[in-house]
């Protein structure tokens, strides 16, 4: 079974993820490794071949619990985890990766107007939402563990980031 932990740039999915006791496939490493068509001229970034994951993801699912990492992961699961972060501590994380300020303006705005928990919502059959603001790497991988294990429901549109990042 496949299941995505996804979220917008900067919000813990590969911290998160290092941490759980699942086989975990990244996807960002496999579109870096050869899964994409080169970079896209206007937004400098790697463009995903998405056939190509997909297959390759259909091979690998299998009656195994497999957590695919990665911030569009949901494209390719039937669940999704969904991790958000309030934005002000978001931009904090983006400005020390270094990103330009275009591009922490595009992740704080997906961030509060939901852009990846809506996508999850509208391909996956159950999206669960962690708040990861205030929380360590630790408790969020025991919650994404409970969540895996049918223990811990946190069913979507519990977060709510339009007051902090519009005023």
Same mark, same amino acid.
């Given at each position: 079974?496949?299941?995505?932990?996804?979220?917008?740039?900067?919000? +813990?999915?590969?911290?998160? &993820?290092?941490?759980?006791?699942?086989?975990?496939?990244?996807?960002? #490493? =496999? @579109?870096? +490794?050869?899964?994409?068509?080169?970079?896209?001229?206007?937004?400098?970034?790697?463009? &995903?071949?998405?056939?190509?994951?997909?297959?390759?993801?259909?091979?690998?699912?299998?009656?195994?619990? =497999?957590?695919?990492?990665?911030?569009?992961?949901?494209?390719?699961?039937?669940?999704?985890? @969904?991790?958000?972060? &309030?934005? !002000?501590?978001?931009?904090?994380? =983006?400005?020390?990766?270094?990103? !330009? !300020?275009?591009?922490?303006?595009?992740?704080?705005?997906?961030? #509060? =107007?939901? *852009?990846?928990?809506?996508?999850?919502?509208?391909?996956?059959?159950?999206?669960?939402?962690?708040?990861?603001?205030?929380?360590?790497?630790?408790? *969020? #991988?025991?919650?994404?563990?409970?969540? @895996?294990? +049918?223990?811990?429901?946190?069913?979507?549109?519990?977060?709510?980031?339009?007051?902090?990042?519009? +005023?």
């Amino acid at each position: 079974m496949l299941v995505a932990l996804t979220g917008t740039p900067g919000t +813990g999915k590969t911290t998160i &993820a290092a941490l759980l006791a699942y086989r975990i496939i990244d996807i960002n #490493a =496999l @579109v870096k +490794g050869g899964m994409n068509f080169g970079r896209d001229p206007d937004r400098g970034c790697l463009e &995903a071949d998405m056939d190509a994951l997909a297959n390759y993801l259909a091979e690998q699912d299998c009656d195994e619990l =497999l957590i695919l990492e990665g911030h569009f992961s949901h494209h390719f699961a039937k669940r999704a985890i @969904v991790l958000r972060l &309030a934005p !002000s501590v978001l931009r904090l994380r =983006l400005e020390a990766r270094g990103y !330009s !300020s275009t591009k922490i303006q595009e992740n704080l705005e997906a961030e #509060a =107007l939901d *852009v990846i928990l809506v996508e999850a919502a509208e391909r996956c059959d159950r999206v669960d939402e962690i708040d990861t603001t205030g929380k360590t790497p630790h408790e *969020v #991988a025991e919650m994404v563990t409970e969540i @895996v294990q +049918g223990r811990l429901q946190l069913p979507a549109g519990q977060v709510d980031w339009l007051t902090e990042f519009f +005023g």
